[in-house]
């Protein structure tokens, strides 16, 4: 059987690809620049290299018929590094090149890196190879991430426009299918997009309502917003591409939703919501007192005594073994993992900042109904 070659499976899109084509039974040779790094799927073969090394490249496909090419980390040779690692696949025998690009691919995109994926998907067309060109809008697992956890703010030069977050998970879906069919998005140059185009201050009430703490959007100037990342002291090329992933919100480049999570897959694509509930932790760092808790979780017995001090009511609940953290703007609840089963302690505000936290953890406990059996008892600390 030929074997399917998955490249970034260090990382987190290029894994979930990997371990979807193992469970459907395929052939897998897994590349990777540290292959230590690599967790293992089965029996599937993992060989080391880079996408600049041509040699390494065309040694570590050799033997697939089909390649999924996950864009490389931002570099300022990363447009040579794609097409020296396309053309040693080509030398291996590879006969298809699945490529992870970016939606709004252009040689003037706004997005400077957005032209990379262009440069890359020409040099892909011109070599002749069958392939699939799969245009990703951004992560929603980037998109807290966009918060200023210092103070809660969300700042770029995005203008009023919307992009349309899609999740690693939906675009391994549809990945693992095209890889798996040959006949499947023959190439073709699809968009890749979560289900809504949201704007940074949908994104911001969305975050302040799971958080508790006032989130906002304050647009900057592109001026601005090259004086506000000065501080990391990152090279020119870099914060070009930083500041034009938000100019590429306001100019639309990102604002249009297509259909192919649900065309490929029979599923719809994640909304952040949806996203959110079924991933708290991407939330982690941006209470209001993210650091308390962070320093709190490390000391267990410190945070009970603090919180216990500074708050008055106590939430403790069992179900079975699993791990999640939820923190809120004034309290946080922590559920560990323990032989006795998961118990989940919290502790928040009076009045309706309890109830929006009840209403939060018992959302998020939900999930596990299905498989514990779970009980939350509310009330003041036993230590008080
Ligand atoms: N759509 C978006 O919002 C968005 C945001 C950020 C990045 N991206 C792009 O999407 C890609 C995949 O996203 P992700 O979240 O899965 O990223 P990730 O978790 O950082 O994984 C990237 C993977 O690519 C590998 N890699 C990077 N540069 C390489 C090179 N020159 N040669 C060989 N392997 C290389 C990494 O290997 P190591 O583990 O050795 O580093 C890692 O396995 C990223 O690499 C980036 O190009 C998209």
């Known amino acids: 059987m030929t074997a399917i070659a998955v490249t970034g499976v260090t990382g987190r899109l290029g894994s979930l690809v990997a371990r979807r084509l193992a469970d459907s039974g395929a052939t897998l040779r897994l590349v990777a620049r540290d292959p230590s790094r690599v967790q293992p799927i089965g029996d599937a073969v993992v060989a080391?290299?880079?996408?600049d090394d041509a040699a390494a490249f065309e040694a570590a496909v050799s033997g697939a018929s089909t390649l999924l090419l996950v864009s490389a980390t931002e570099s300022d040779t990363r447009v040579a590094d794609h097409i020296t690692a396309i053309d040693a696949a080509i030398a291996a025998g590879v006969e298809r090149i699945v490529y992870i690009s970016f939606q709004g691919a252009a040689p003037d995109a706004t997005f400077t890196f957005a032209r990379d994926h262009w440069h890359t998907e020409q040099h892909l067309k011109s070599t002749g190879i069958a392939h699939t060109i799969l245009r990703d809008n951004n992560y929603l697992a980037y998109v807290p991430a966009?918060?200023?956890r210092a103070d809660g703010v969300i700042r770029g030069p995005a203008g009023e426009g919307r992009f349309a977050p899609v999740s690693h998970e939906d675009i391994a879906d549809v990945a693992a299918a095209v890889l798996s069919n040959d006949e499947l998005l023959a190439n073709?140059?699809?968009?890749?997009t979560g289900p809504q185009a949201l704007s940074l201050n949908d994104v911001a009430r969305t975050l302040?309502?799971?958080?508790g703490r006032t989130i906002t959007y304050e647009p900057q100037t592109r001026d601005e917003a090259f004086a506000s990342r000065a501080h990391y002291g990152?090279?020119?090329?870099?914060?070009e591409g930083w500041v034009s992933s938000y100019e590429a919100i306001a100019t639309g480049e990102l604002g249009t939703v297509s259909d192919t999570v649900e065309t490929v897959t029979g599923h719809p694509p994640t909304s952040l919501e949806q996203y959110l509930d079924a991933q708290p932790e991407a939330l982690a760092g941006l209470f209001a007192h993210a650091e308390a808790a962070d320093a709190a979780i490390e000391k267990p017995s410190r945070w009970r005594k603090q919180l216990t001090d500074h708050l008055g009511h106590r939430i403790d609940t069992t179900s079975g073994p699993t791990t999640s953290t939820f923190r809120f703007g004034d309290g946080f609840a922590l559920?560990?993992?323990?032989?006795?089963g998961l118990r989940l302690e919290a502790e928040a505000a009076t009045g309706d900042r309890l109830a929006q936290i009840q209403d939060v953890v018992s959302r998020h406990l939900e999930r596990f109904a299905h498989r514990h059996e779970i009980s939350i008892s509310w009330g003041p600390s036993p230590s008080r």
Not at 208 to 211: D, E, N
Not at 234 to 239: S, T
């Open 48 to 51: 080391a290299a880079t996408y």
């Open 208 to 211: 302040t309502a799971r958080t």
């Open 335 to 340: 559920a560990t993992d323990t032989e006795a």
């Open 146 to 148: 966009l918060v200023d």
């Open 234 to 239: 990152a090279p020119q090329w870099m914060v």
């Open 188 to 192: 073709e140059t699809r968009d890749i």
